[in-house]
């Protein structure tokens, strides 16, 4: 590929060779930047509605400190959706219609956000297994080639490091009796089995794309490994079943299941979308959002 | 700063005119006896300073010290011919509920300064704030205040 005029060499790594930055998205050669703006739709909707996710616990948590912990996530997340979101103005989206117009079909939000939360161990298993998907693979954006993301990316890095926090904590804390283990597997399996297959398939060619452009720095399988890695430990306290050990850390004890998933959209093909009224309409702000405008 | 490391986040104009945020400014910066502005006894060498120097009367809306002070302003340019000010500046949070009237409060005191014809305020992630950015002044007012950091 011919570099274009306006990229910009520097320094990196230790070997001390030199790679080129991509200043903007208008840059980046097919089909990295189609791939890339797939993934940051993705990232931005999975946040705004784990964010709705957070908020329905502000009030109801087991405790007053993990209701207020809620709040903040909730906020985080929104503000990481905000960011996220208005990059999609460089691919040729418009910010606006995206956050306020769109049906539940178009949402790429993950599937296991379709369905308010019912349970505190549902609430558990999203803030521990979806919520460090999604930092695992925007932590692959930390020395992104593309400019714009790599200098967002430290930030929303800070701020998630609570919410891991907050997660292992708190699963240790179910971990603790007997009941908190019986309430936390089903939520855990059904997170496991859908993160899993979230960061996509080896066979992705372009989220593998991603990777050899060095917009992420990993594919897909080493992202997933990573995500095991960071979560193995606590998920072994409550589900042990779903992890198991390997000589080098944590592994998943259970394949990907790949039937009906759509690597663009990051979701199950027949999943219908996020429920418009419980979720949506409240994503979308809708109500009395017509007073803000003609 | 040059021109590659100032991301624009570009949602955050969006709506700017169209919101009158002046009874929050006059709440924080007005009514706000607390706030302890330094004094120089040298006049500012251009218009850049000038703007760099109001700042430290724009205090955050939760804290007794300055935007200046708080380290969230990361630059201050200006063209002195054409009275053009631009601002480079963070947030605490990437969701702070406080960014819209910051950003207002910040441009309605850069624009009462003569001379200044547009004032243009960026907002950057990177590098990310943390309290480390506070400055030493800004450290003792807090502690004056019974904030500790």
């Given amino acids: 590929m011919t570099p274009p005029e306006t990229e910009t060499e520097t320094a990196s790594g230790e070997g001390g060779e030199t790679r080129t930055l991509y200043g903007s998205p208008e840059e980046l050669p097919e089909p990295a930047r189609e791939a890339l703006g797939d993934l940051l739709l993705v990232l931005a909707d999975t946040k705004r509605v784990l964010g709705i996710h957070y908020a329905d616990w502000i009030l109801g948590s087991p405790t007053l400190e993990a209701g207020i912990a809620c709040s903040a996530m909730a906020q985080d997340e929104w503000g990481h959706g905000r960011i996220l979101y208005a990059m999609l103005d460089d691919f040729g989206m418009d910010p606006e219609r995206l956050e306020h117009e769109r049906g539940p079909s178009e949402y790429r939000s993950s599937e296991l956000l379709d369905e308010p939360t019912d349970s505190w161990p549902e609430l558990l298993a999203l803030n521990l297994l979806l919520d460090t998907a999604l930092s695992v693979q925007i932590e692959a954006m930390r020395e992104s080639r593309l400019e714009p993301l790599h200098h967002k990316v430290s930030k929303i890095l800070d701020e998630e490091r609570y919410h891991f926090e907050h997660a292992r904590g708190w699963t240790a804390r179910m971990a603790s009796t007997d009941r908190g283990r019986e309430a936390t597997g089903e939520p855990f399996r059904e997170a496991w089995r859908a993160c899993l297959r979230w960061f996509g398939s080896e066979e992705d060619e372009l989220a593998s794309g991603l990777a050899a452009e060095g917009i992420v720095d990993a594919a897909p399988g080493e992202l997933r490994r990573r995500w095991v890695m960071r979560v193995a430990p606590s998920v072994a306290e409550v589900e042990p079943h779903l992890v198991q050990e390997t000589e080098d850390g944590w592994g998943s004890a259970v394949d990907p299941d790949w039937e009906g998933w759509e690597p663009r959209t990051r979701r199950l093909r027949d999943a219908p979308g996020p429920d418009d009224e419980a979720i949506l309409s409240r994503v979308r702000g809708d109500r009395n959002r017509s007073l803000l405008g003609e | ?149």
């Fill in chain 2, 1 to 149: 700063m040059s021109d590659r490391l100032v991301q624009i986040e570009r949602s955050r104009p969006r709506g700017e005119g169209t919101m009158d945020w002046s009874g929050v400014a006059a709440a924080t910066r007005g009514d706000r006896p607390d706030l302890d502005v330094p004094q120089w006894d040298e006049p500012a060498a251009d218009l850049a300073e000038e703007a760099r120097r109001a700042l430290y009367e724009v205090p955050d809306p939760e804290y007794p010290i300055s935007l200046v002070d708080l380290g969230l302003i990361y630059d201050v340019t200006a063209d002195d011919a054409s009275g053009r000010v631009e601002v480079t500046m963070t947030f605490t949070a990437t969701a702070c509920p406080c960014i819209d009237f910051i950003r207002w409060d910040v441009r309605e005191r850069i624009r009462e300064i003569p001379g200044v014809s547009e004032v243009s305020v960026e907002t950057v992630w990177d590098p990310p704030w943390t309290a480390d950015r506070i400055t030493d002044r800004g450290r003792r007012l807090l502690n004056r205040a019974g904030v500790s950091v």
